[in-house]
């Protein structure tokens, strides 16, 4: 027995050493204290991050190791209530430590409690590492969050875990809804959401997936989707996590810098002179096709090329005196001689800039034909002169064509007062036909110019013809016969009298310097009935009725290819003159709806003809005059405003004979004022285009505010269509002056009874 009492005591000695031992090696620490809170054990192995060896502190007690008498500090309170059986979590401070701390009972072999038994962990690390843990999560947070790209994580079978605000805005969706959808109601094309997951699945990644994506509202989005695995806990495939970019902004900026490009590839090859980009070294970088058409090289010729190669002797020192100028002082110019590969010579102008490209200093310039820009000179000092000729007749037929009014209606209205038998009636009738060409003179002083309204109507081409006659005969001289062969009942047409006008004149114009000794010139009209066959070889014109002008002449004639250049802008086989003519009379001819063609020879004279579409079942502008029954009475009241005295007048005694109410004003602010004290209505506004401080719009548009619905006539001396389309404005009702008693009651009567405007 005392061997086996000995053998207990061995063993319970080596359990006790290697209980010890374990909780020396505890990463913590365990105490022990009696009833009055005096430590009677510590171990631990985190005994000495505090400073303290293993039972270090036995015989203290609470208050004493932790320097206090305040028994509710936290680590005092927990072991007295563990002396009254309960037991405390807390956490605890201590020496820059922090600590989870447990604390209970300690009972003896009885049950009795007769101290506490405490163990302490150090979080230390753990709460730091924790924190940081945290603050990286709240990084990542913002950071998702925060992105401009839309953020997304989802489940493989595309149901959407996870996502910022960015992708909130981007799709239209709120967070509710977007948690709720399927990934593949995002795609405008579902084989694209088929396709991203092959991808993905086969390479654990996609990288720039170019793909429609579709808003909430239906809106297409082009779309850059960048995409990795998302793995779980276990290391298995989860779902995706990835971006999404809206690139269509950026793909419209490319699709804008393609058009720019090639917009200024396009814009380089048409200049009409030469282009050229060279570097230091005499590199060419870039060329329009003029330097190869025009030198005879071709591109890749050009390439192996200097700026030097193209020219010889004095002008090749003088290029190279300026290319070192251009990258000395930052430009340069020259005139000198290209020379071409078959050694022709060519004069141009030649300017040079520096530019610095990518880094490298470069020369950029033009160079235009010199020949080319004299003869441009010419043209625009002859452009000027006719410019400021039609100012000044503008100007004159402005003021010439209020007074043609106050004598055109006068003498008409004095006419209608007198008897058929009363001398005075013819003399009155003389007046007013003098007067009437006067105005047709005016008309066509300004075809000239070009300067006139233009007002399609219809009309006969036959009686434009006999009213040019006798201006034609004075055009083009004594030493040419001029004949006209019209055909009677001619079909009326639909154009402008001043453009009809001005084809005939240069026309003629034009025969007259083909016959510099004289000859023949012959202006013809006729019906013409096109068949198929006709339209067929005169292509693009189509089958039809179309009334016939043609102007012969006996000159010259012209070979094939000059007749192959004769309708472009500035072309002429002439020492003088613009070369604008023959292209005015066909802009003229294809503006109104018509076609030409020329036939001629050398030697032969030339022949135009012209076919004008036939205005079917209308009657000509004459024709429907002489039929018209005079305006019938008026009862409403009109607001004239009119600067000019005498045509207000006449324009007030020809409203109110026809039974108008006429209120009168001088200028615009006038009609303002008599409108706002007039209480009852106004129907009419009859005002002059141009007056001072308002104009008519100007007056129309504040009168149309104060009174809805009023209707408004504008009439005007000015004949430049760019003073009266800035003023007037397409669409508005409009009457040129001079005008007689019956065109103005009926223009008046025809406004007052159309059926009103609507807003548009």
Known sequence: MTDLGNTREASSDVEAQLLRTLLDQMPGILWTVD??????????AALPALGLQPNQVVGMTLFEYFGTEDPDLLPIAAHRKALEGKESEYEFSWEERKYQCHVEPFRDE????????????????????????KESEHKYRTLFEESR????????????????????????????????????????????????????????????????????????????????????EHGEVSGYKGAIRDIGEQKRAGETL???????????????????????????????????????????????????DFFVGEDRRTIEECIREAFDKGQTTAEVELVARDGGRIPYFFTGELVVL????????????????????????QSQKMEAIGRLAGGVAHDFNNVLTVILSNSEMLAGGLGPE?????????????????????????????????????????????????????????????????????????????????IIMNLAVNARD?????????????????????????FPMVPGRYVMLAVCDSGAGMDAETQRYIFEPFFTTKSRGTGLGLS?????????????????????????EIYFPCADGRRSDAEAAMAADPAPPGKETVLLAEDEDSVRRLARRILEEVGYTVLEAREAMEALTMSERWDGPIDLLLTDVVMPELNGRELAERLSVLRPGLQILYISGYTDHEILDGIVGPGNNFLQKPFTPDALANKVREILDAPEKKAP
């Open 258 to 308: 393609r058009r720019e490009r090639d917009f200024s590839e396009a814009a380089t090859d048409s200049l009409p002179g030469l282009f050229y980009l060279f570097d230091e070294q005499g590199r060419f970088l870039r060329w329009n096709r003029n330097l190869e058409h025009l030198t005879g090289y071709s591109a890749r010729q050009v390439a192996k090329m200097s700026p030097l």
């Open 584 to 608: 005015m009379v066909y802009g003229i001819v294809k503006q109104s709806g018509g076609y030409i063609w020329a036939y001629s020879e050398p030697g032969q004279g030339a022949k135009f």
């Open 422 to 502: 009363d001398p005075r009636r013819q003399e009155l009738i003389e007046i007013r036909d003098a007067a009437q060409r006067a105005a047709t003179l005016t008309r066509q002083l300004l075809a000239f110019s070009r300067k006139q309204v233009l007002k399609p109507r219809v009309l006969s081409l036959n009686a434009v013809v006999v009213t040019l006659e006798k201006m034609l005969r004075r055009l083009i001289g004594e030493d040419i016969d001029l004949a006209t062969e019209l055909q009677p009942n001619l079909w009326a047409v639909e154009a402008d009298p001043g453009q009809l006008e001005q």
């Open 149 to 232: 790209d839309a953020l997304y994580v989802s489940t493989i079978d595309g149901r959407l875990i996870d996502f910022n605000q960015s992708m909130l805005s981007l799709f239209g969706y709120t967070r509710e809804e977007m948690g709720q959808l399927d990934a593949e109601a995002l795609y405008l094309d579902p084989a694209d959401r088929r396709a991203f997951r092959e991808q993905i699945e086969r390479h654990g990644a996609v990288k720039d997936f170019d793909v429609r994506l579709v808003t909430k509202d239906g809106r297409v989005m082009d779309c850059l989707l960048n995409s990795t695995l998302q793995y779980d």
């Open 35 to 44: 009833r009055d809170l005096r430590f009677t054990s510590s171990l631990g």
């Open 514 to 538: 083909a016959m510099p000794e004289g000859g023949r010139l012959s202006i013809e009209t006729g019906n013409a009935e096109i068949d198929e066959g006709f339209a067929k070889q005169h």
């Open 110 to 133: 009885s049950g009795a409690i007769s101290g506490a038994i405490g163990v302490a962990f150090d979080m230390t690390e753990a709460k730091r590492a924790a924190g940081a843990l």
């Open 358 to 381: 990518d880094g490298r200093r470069c020369v950029v310039g033009t160079a235009i034909d010199l020949v080319e820009r004299r003869r441009l000179e010419t043209q625009l000092r």
